[in-house]
């Protein structure tokens, strides 16, 4: 099958199109290359991806129509999974405008190709933190998603809304995906594991926000990935709900799925593991929970596991480990 996947250059689109061509697919992968972050990481996962002839890069970015049109005409692919973003919390406090550029305008030109190029599925990347305000936990796909606290949050619901029109119009079978904290191994340097075990490799002390009371979900990048690979082969159908879970639109072949493994994890407790795989006293400075932030994420994998028979496992231990090797490897710290 031939696949079009935006952020091939990021952390979940790296190992996503890595899966998919080990499995023999080929892999269109489109990325900005923007400085958000370090862009040799990004170099280095690409780098990886182009060792194979069924990968091939084009550095563009989406909000570059004509270069877009080209790269499909020229690909043809069969399936688009729209990953690339302006990720980030607390960063759209400093810069608003990259998430409007990117995650508005960027979207909005994927879905115009998906739709031109009558694709059989159309699956894009969402968050955990479009839940915003909402308090009763687990969330629950079918939950109301009005108060969004930050503007990446509204950006990416805003996403999810023109998908489902899109959808509705079109008749293009949409997955949109909400992630719930992914990390792992060749992992962003703005997450919090990273910034964990570089801060405690370097002897400094490590910024624990809420005092260390609130929970995440923890999802690693391998239960992502598996989860993906199996939404792919599930196109929403219209009409046809797989029970009473289902965030299935009445109006379009559109779905919303959560993937997390719904085992939130104590901060603190996420700490630990990192303090136990380095093998090192983890220092920590307490301080107030940052503007944009919530206590806790906690996802319901009810759908997931109904539709693909597979929910995220991996314990916060294992996958920390599995993160530490990789750093300690690629840096050679």
């Known amino acids: 099958m031939r696949f079009l996947i935006t952020g091939t250059a990021g952390f979940i689109g790296f190992h996503l199109a890595r899966r998919l061509i080990s499995e023999g697919h080929f892999v269109s992968g489109v990325d900005g290359m923007t400085q958000y972050y370090d862009v040799t ?25 004509p270069a877009m049109e080209r790269i499909v005409a020229e690909d043809q692919p069969e399936v688009i999974i729209h990953l690339a973003a302006q990720a980030g919390v607390r960063y759209s406090l400093e810069n608003p405008r990259a998430y ?18 009558k694709v059989q599925h159309f699956l894009l990347a969402s968050t955990s933190s479009v839940y915003g305000a909402n308090t009763v936990m687990p969330f629950h796909e079918r939950e109301r998603t009005d108060h969004p606290l930050t503007l990446y949050a509204a950006t990416k619901k805003a996403t999810e809304d ?7 119009l079109w008749k293009i079978p949409t997955t949109a995906f909400r992630f719930f904290t992914v990390y792992g191994p060749w992992g962003r340097p703005d997450m919090a594991l990273f910034k964990f075990v570089r801060a405690t490799l370097a002897g400094e002390a490590i910024e624990v926000y809420g005092h260390g009371r609130m929970q995440r979900d923890f999802t690693y990048i391998d239960d992502l990935v598996e989860s993906i690979t199996r939404l792919i082969a599930t196109p929403p159908a219209e009409g046809a709900p797989v029970g009473p879970m289902d965030s299935l639109s009445p109006a379009a072949p559109y ?30 400075t307490y301080l107030d929970m940052q503007k944009g932030d919530v206590p806790a994420t906690f996802a319901s994998p009810e759908l997931l596991e109904k539709l693909t028979g597979y929910k995220p496992t991996t314990p916060v231990q294992e996958g ?3 993160f530490v090797a990789w750093y300690r490897e690629y840096y050679r710290n």
């Not at 409007?100 to 190029?117: H, P, S, W, Y």
């Not at 603190?268 to 983890?282: F, I």
Request: glycine letters at 8%.
């Open 41 to 65: 990481l990004k170099q280095a996962r690409h780098r990886i991806l182009e060792r194979s002839n069924a990968f091939r890069p084009h550095i563009v970015m989406l909000e570059d129509m």
């Open 100 to 117: 409007i550029d990117a995650n508005l305008v960027g979207t909005f030109n994927v879905m115009e190709l998906a739709r031109a190029q």
């Open 162 to 168: 023109m998908a489902h029109s899109y959808a509705h």
């Open 255 to 284: 779905r919303v799925v959560n993937i997390g493994g719904g085992q939130p994890v104590g901060l603190l407790d996420y700490v630990d593991a990192v303090e136990s795989c380095l093998g090192l006293p983890v220092r920590r």
């Open 320 to 322: 920390v480990r599995a």
